[in-house]
């Protein structure tokens, strides 16, 4: 079984269209991210869900919307789509039992391009 | 705010060659100290990890020192392999709180037979 899970795979848009990837984890965790990887694979923070709510929420633009229905799924919706949205996002979840014990487990990512 | 400075690539190595990549950090109190690997069209892995000064975290025959002195967490292998070729991320977390982690921008490393 995947731990992580993203949908879909590849996602291949013309610009100004709306998107959706969504994200499940079946490990029982408490905490979700979504993070965006450029084309150089730098790799940046967007949002982290803990128990449903939004506690880290960087400087993204609204265009983008995370919703989490549930502590084991977290969705990204993005609205007209724009070329500079084209990269790889990862979904990723946390638990941490102890400070020392925290490790997050990535999903396989999702390959965006906007045409 | 925090940072995290990795040696720029790509690295190329030879197969059974001593591989170092150099990662230095920038934060406030005492963090957590991370490596993840991407392989080619796949997520990051926990490689290893450190979460004291001193603390040696190893895993595959990888090894990494937390140093507080000179804010560092350097990774190393004696002999590296094909499969080895990958992305490697240095992070850093915070001890407070939910801390986001902080990403290097990644070496690559490449090993040719």
């Known amino acids: 079984d995947t731990a992580v899970s993203q949908t879909p795979k590849y996602l291949v848009t013309q610009m100004g269209n709306d998107k959706s990837i969504k994200c499940e984890q079946n490990l029982g965790h408490d905490t979700m991210y979504w993070y965006k990887q450029d084309s150089k694979k730098f790799l940046k923070i967007m949002f982290s869900?803990?128990?449903?709510?939004?506690?880290i929420n960087e400087t993204v633009p609204n265009r983008f919307s995370p919703k989490s229905p549930d502590k084991a799924h977290l969705n990204l919706h993005i609205n007209s789509l724009e070329l500079g949205d084209s990269a790889v996002y990862f979904c990723?979840?946390?638990?941490?039992?102890?400070?020392?014990?925290?490790?997050?487990?990535f999903g396989a990512g999702t390959r965006l391009s906007v045409l | 705010g925090n940072s995290v400075t990795q040696m720029e690539g790509p690295v190329t190595l030879s197969e059974e060659a001593f591989l170092t990549i150099n990662c230095t950090y920038t934060?406030?109190?005492?963090?957590?100290l991370f490596w993840y690997v991407q392989y080619p069209g796949e997520g990051l892995q926990l490689l290893l990890k450190?979460?004291?000064?001193?603390d040696k975290g190893s895993n595959k025959g990888f090894e990494a020192t937390y140093r507080k002195e000179t804010t560092s967490f350097h990774l190393e292998k004696g002999s590296v392999q094909v499969s080895d070729s990958a992305v490697y991320f240095c992070a850093l977390r915070e001890p407070r709180g939910y801390q986001k982690v902080t990403f290097g921008t990644g070496t690559k490393l490449q090993v040719i037979p």
């Open positions: 869900y803990n128990n449903k709510e939004l506690i």
């Open positions: 990723a979840s946390s638990q941490e039992p102890r400070y020392d014990r925290f490790h997050q487990y």
């Open positions: 934060a406030t109190g005492y963090p957590s």
């Open positions: 450190a979460t004291k000064a001193d």
